[in-house]
Structure formats: structure tokens, C-alpha cells
């Protein structure tokens, strides 16, 4: 019995060294480490698919100026790793906000896009002073309806600043012409998309010599269309309980002052912060409302919170 124990010991303790030595072996050097990941990530040049369009005008790729505008895009978007699974992430959560708006005015579903390389789906504020996801100035959103001012800045409302888009792309696809124009028109202006095709004497986007933005701005629509409609097709890898989803709400009817939000969403089970995040077009912790407005403030279903 004892032999036997001995042997199975002197088995363990060689199967152990063999191991440990293995170990050794495949340990990684800078050197081998480095290789691996030249093996293991790669960069291709990408296919530029033969059909693509927007808004149901196709992109002219025959032309070899637009296909390499259109590869630079495709290559500068699939290669921004990060920010190309962020847009995945955040458009689950607001195309399904943005998408209805679109449809209800007969504005096609891809200028959804549009607002995509616009703010990436945040509430950013451009240098020139353009502010929420769909990037409206000042002026543009007091001629369009909105209130705009140091208590109430209803840019950052996505649902009424959608309005607001639909509303200004409908007037410059009539004074246009077509989807793409309208879509430059969104960046550069109706008047100097207009003047720009006066001068040049042509009739289409594509036809146009543009600084680099307005140069850029369809191809990039185009690219994100193209990469977020197929993420497998260009690498990017994720489960469905990887994006982010939008938290159910209720709306809160006010027609007069709010002296302090933070009690008004202490009443309703969260805090200041959190109402902030559902209604981020209320820009001050107080609503002054000396017109007896009536507001809608969204409120989420409980139990998506945990507030302390």
C-alpha cells in the first residue's frame, strides 16, 4: 500500500514540474506578447458597398471622387471602435423616440442619422452655440416655437426639438429640391446651400465644391447609416443587454412656479438628479412660469431607481 502511495506521489509531484515548466515556456515576453497583438487585431480596407443611398437618393459611387469620400468615412467610422459601439448603445434607447416623430411628418426614417453625427445622441453644445441632440440654435428654435431661455431651455427636449427638425428639413426639401440637399441645408444653411449651387451652376449635393464640413456631412450620415444597420459586417460585437434602454416615464402636469425641484421629485420618489436626467430642458433647479404655462415633466416608473 505504501509503494503505491509512493508512486502516485512521485506521478503528482512529475505532472506538477511538467506543468510549471509548460508555464514557463508559455509565459509572455514584450517580444511574443507584442506579436500576438499584431496577430490578433487587424485593419483591412473596407469593401465601399456598390448601393448605397440616403433617403432613397443614391450615393453616384461611380463617380471616383465620391467613392473616395465615401471609403474615408466608411474607414474613420468602423475604426473609431469606442465611439461607434457608444452609437449603437444610445440609439437603442432614442430611436425609438426620434423614429415616430420622423414618420408622423414624412420625413424618412434616415435622417434619424442625421442626428447621430450631429451631437453622437447627447445634449452637446457646439462652440457657435447649437445645443441638444439635434443641434438647434437659439434663433432657430424661438422662430420654431420653442422657449429658450435661462430657466426653460426646450432644445434639450428631444421630443420637441425632433418637431423642430422635421419642421426646418420639410422647408428645405421644397425650396431645394431633394432629401440630400435639405440634409446640407441642415448644416450649412438654406441660403448658403442655395447660393452655392447658384454659383457653381449645379443641382445636386454631390455636384457641390464644399468647405470640409458641409463636404463631409453626407458622407458621414451615409457612413453611420451604413455601419449601424450592420455591425457584424464591420466588426462590431455586442448582446442585446449590452445597450442601453430607456427607463419608462410618466408625465407631471405644472401650470404655475416650482420654488424648488428638489422637493417636487423628493414627492415622487427621486431626486434632483434624476429628474434632471429625464428633463434636462428645465435649466435651473427652481421653474419661475409667470405666464401660468402649462408643463409636462417626466417622471420615471418607480423602482428603476435606487434613491437613497
Known amino acids: 500500500m505504501k509503494t503505491i502511495e509512493r508512486l502516485l506521489a512521485y506521478v503528482g509531484l512529475l505532472s506538477l514540474c511538467a506543468l510549471f515548466i509548460n508555464a514557463l515556456q508559455d509565459a509572455p515576453t514584450d517580444e511574443n506578447f507584442e506579436k500576438k497583438i499584431i496577430n490578433d487585431y487587424n485593419v483591412y480596407a473596407l469593401q465601399v458597398p ?16 465620391i467613392l473616395e469620400r465615401m471609403d474615408r468615412e466608411l ?8 465611439n461607434g459601439l457608444l452609437m449603437f448603445k444610445r440609439a437603442k434607447k432614442y430611436f425609438p423616440v426620434i423614429e415616430p416623430i420622423l414618420a408622423k411628418h414624412g420625413v424618412p426614417d434616415d435622417f434619424k442619422y442625421l442626428a447621430v453625427i450631429e451631437s453622437g445622441l447627447t445634449n452637446a453644445v457646439s462652440p457657435a452655440g447649437a445645443r441638444g441632440v439635434w443641434q438647434i440654435m437659439k434663433t432657430t428654435g424661438r422662430e420654431n416655437g420653442l422657449e429658450v431661455n435661462s430657466n426653460v ?3 434639450y427636449h428631444l421630443e420637441k426639438a425632433t418637431e423642430v427638425a422635421c419642421k426646418y428639413l420639410l422647408r428645405a426639401k421644397e425650396k431645394l429640391g431633394s432629401w440630400t440637399l435639405a440634409a ?62 430607456g427607463v419608462p416615464t410618466f408625465k407631471v402636469e405644472v401650470d404655475t412656479a416650482v420654488t424648488d425641484f428638489t422637493q417636487f421629485a423628493e414627492k415622487f420618489g427621486i431626486n434632483y438628479k434624476i429628474l434632471k436626467l429625464h428633463n434636462p430642458w428645465l435649466r435651473e433647479p427652481h421653474l419661475n412660469n409667470k405666464s401660468g404655462k402649462l408643463y409636462e415633466i417626466e417622471i420615471p416608473n418607480e423602482g428603476y431607481y435606487d434613491v437613497n
Open 75 to 82: 474607414l474613420v467610422n468602423t475604426y473609431w471602435q469606442s
Open 153 to 155: 431651455d426646450e432644445r
Open 184 to 245: 446640407a441645408a441642415y448644416n450649412a444653411g438654406n441660403a448658403g446651400v442655395s447660393r452655392r449651387l447658384k454659383e457653381q451652376n449645379v443641382t445636386d449635393y454631390y455636384d457641390l465644391l464644399l468647405g470640409e464640413e458641409t463636404g463631409r456631412y453626407l458622407f458621414r450620415i451615409v457612413a453611420l447609416k451604413e455601419i449601424l444597420s450592420h455591425p457584424d459586417k464591420y466588426g462590431f460585437n455586442f448582446r442585446e443587454k449590452d445597450l442601453y434602454a
Open 50 to 65: 456598390e448601393d448605397l443611398s440616403f433617403a432613397g437618393e443614391q450615393v453616384p459611387l461611380n463617380n471616383p471622387d
